[in-house]
């Protein structure tokens, strides 16, 4: 994922350098999926990629379309992991493992709940994708920054298959343990302004974080 540095923030390296660099960690959690990696370096034989299923619009978010193949690293090996794919909102679709994470619909959102930790949790970890208002994705950024009270990691990324460009800020909640963390990608398509929010807690965030990672990179928007 390209990132270019925005703002000159300050931020808790030891806290927020290990999620979203792919690394596992102590708790054996799933790593960044491979499927990225074979994307970077030009291999068009992903397995991931043989078995994608096809974009269906028309249907209600949260609606199962099909699923598909992800190649995940765990503890060192390449692992294939069944992943379900979703009608989202206005045309996106994204896909995610059944097994870990539990989800949540409606006509303005989707929520990825992990099993381990769901909304119940005294350190709840979740992705949830939902539409936003503002006038731009650098000023809803901002606000966002204002909002959280904390020192702020702001770049400029790419997300899910289509490389799409997004304004992501990072931040975490102090340095304890249970301490949370939040990780928010702001983007605009087709003149539809979206936030997607990764909450998660500095003990798990290397390897949760990087679970979270694989969700959003399935996500695609229908071209047609």
């Not at 619009?57 to 979703?86: C, D, F, K, N, W």
């Not at 400029?156 to 102090?174: D, K, L, N, Q, R």
Request: net charge negative; proline share 4%.
């Amino acid at each position: 994922m390209r990132r270019r540095a925005l703002l000159p923030c300050f931020v808790l390296a030891a806290v927020l350098y290990g999620c979203h660099g792919g690394a596992g960690d102590d708790t054996g959690e799933v790593s960044i999926p491979e499927v990225r990696q074979a994307e970077e370096s030009g291999n068009e034989n992903s397995p991931a990629e043989e078995q994608q299923a096809s974009v269906i619009t028309g249907t209600e978010p949260g609606a199962v379309l099909g699923e598909e193949e992800v190649i995940l690293m765990q503890e060192g090996e390449t692992v294939p992991v069944a992943y379900s794919r979703i009608q989202g909102m206005e045309g996106f679709t994204i896909a995610y493992d059944p097994e870990s994470f539990t989800m949540e619909a409606s006509e303005q959102e989707l929520c990825f709940y992990a099993d381990s930790y769901g909304p119940d949790s005294e350190t709840p970890v979740f992705v949830k994708i939902s539409e936003s208002e503002g006038a731009s994705a650098e000023s809803l950024a901002e606000q966002y920054t204002v909002d959280s009270n904390e020192e702020c990691l702001v770049e400029e990324v790419t997300i899910g298959e289509g490389e799409y460009p997004a304004i992501w800020v990072s931040y975490a909640e102090g340095t304890d343990s249970n301490s949370r963390t939040c990780d928010l990608y702001i983007f605009r398509y087709n003149e539809k302004l979206y936030t997607v929010q990764m909450d998660c807690f500095v003990e798990a965030y290397e390897g949760m974080g990087a679970a979270q990672e694989s969700i959003l990179s399935t996500l695609r928007f229908d071209e047609g």
